[in-house]
């Protein structure tokens, strides 16, 4: 297992510093031209849950005005104190930050009526790598591997990773447990997963 982590932990050391080293024109091509391959995904009604970036993460702030303008219904992740499994509440951009989380305060925390994954009908997450059958390499804290284990056996949410092409790669290391992505979007394009199961 020692082995197992550590070789997690340099892949992350890696990838973060691929994504933060993004010459900033690239970076905001390279962001727009993502968001824009995520439109598809936005219907009217559609429960969409995103993340709020932080650091050099991809921004998704062109994506969720648009969800918005078309009539989706957007949802960030709420972090329950002492738990992992993530609720989502709904956003609306423009709305105050209501609550910041202690832990890291760039996270902020919206009030309003809370709904599990299995409530959302796609879920775009964030990731720091992921390779070529749909494997995600989170941050390591495991919200999203917890999240995800309680929608087995549900109706589970289309999971669309989001980031940049330099973040994918051949292989990641991976465990009994994990649940592939179903897509991954980049600037190079909106990559499909064979999936068995969840839905796509």
């Known amino acids: 297992m020692p082995v197992f982590a550590d070789a997690k932990t340099a892949l992350r050391r890696h990838l973060r510093r691929l994504r933060q080293n993004l010459h900033p024109r690239e970076r905001q ?28 993460e991809l921004s998704l702030a062109d994506f ?22 993530l609720w989502f509440t709904p956003y609306r951009p423009g709305q105050a930050q209501e609550r910041a989380q202690k832990r890291n305060p760039a996270i902020p925390q919206f009030a309003g009526t809370r709904i599990r994954a299995h409530g959302l009908q796609v879920l775009v997450m964030p990731l720091v ?15 999203y591997d917890v999240t ?16 940049f092409a330099c ?3 051949d292989a990641l290391p991976s465990e009994p447990h994990d649940m ?3 897509a991954f979007v980049s600037e190079a394009g909106y990559a499909r997963f064979t999936m068995t199961e969840g839905q796509e």
């Open 64 to 85: 969720i005005r648009t969800a918005h303008r078309r009539g989706a219904q957007v949802y960030l992740p709420y972090i329950e104190r002492g738990r992992q499994r």
């Open 167 to 169: 973040q994918q790669v």
């Open 180 to 182: 592939p992505l179903n």
């Open 29 to 56: 091509r390279a962001t727009r031209r993502s968001n824009r391959l995520l439109y598809p995904l936005i219907k009217r009604g559609r429960r969409i849950g995103v993340y709020w970036a932080v650091g050099s």
């Open 129 to 143: 790598g992921v390779d070529g059958q749909g494997r995600r390499l989170g941050q390591g804290g495991g919200f």
């Open 148 to 163: 995800l284990a309680h929608t087995r056996g549900r109706l589970q949410p289309r999971r669309v990773g989001a980031g």
